[in-house]
């Protein structure tokens, strides 16, 4: 199956279980059911558009974090330059040094994969317009029209990462 018709497919499914998901939470809240429907409408929409562009900042953060590693090691620069060279001065100075030094070298071999990190800033994005949209369309139970839907495009986002990970790499031609 082509990309195009994978986005395709998964906006609609999206589209549906969350029109779905927001009928049945907003009408145990609300009888207006004009707003019940709106709030379904609103939700099932979202979920399929950013089920669209999540993919795709989904697909650019693997592409650029994935195979990578994040040290945790401190990168600080000097933050004080020692101008009294009093002896308490300098002691500060090298105490300070000298525990920048211990935690670098101790994280130096902690390494967090960029596959762990490369989901968060579209999971980020998705929880904030969802949050944003439905709390502006006034929708009656937010946080359960909203929560499912972070969590499966939390859970999305991972497994589909490590899916574009496993993917054996296409080997270069020679000429």
Known sequence: MNSTLRLILSAAVSFSFYFVWSYWANGM???????VLRSALVQGTLS??????FTF???KSVSK??????SLIFV?????NVHSK???NIAIFRTFKNALDNSAK????????GSVLAPLLPIAIQSSIAISVNWVNQTPNLWLTVAPSILITAIYGY???YSLLSKPKQPVLQE
Do not use: H, K, M, R
């Not at 399929?48 to 562009?53: D, G, M, N, R, S």
């Not at 974090?65 to 994040?70: A, C, I, K, Q, T």
């Open 57 to 59: 900042i989904l697909e």
């Open 29 to 35: 809240a609300s009888d207006d059911q004009a707003l």
């Open 106 to 113: 101790y994280l130096s071999n902690n390494a967090i994969p």
């Open 76 to 80: 600080v620069p000097i933050i004080c």
């Open 86 to 88: 009093t002896s308490q």
């Open 65 to 70: 974090f994935g195979d990578s590693y994040l």
């Open 48 to 53: 399929a558009t950013i089920t669209i562009l």
């Open 159 to 161: 497994v589909y990462t």
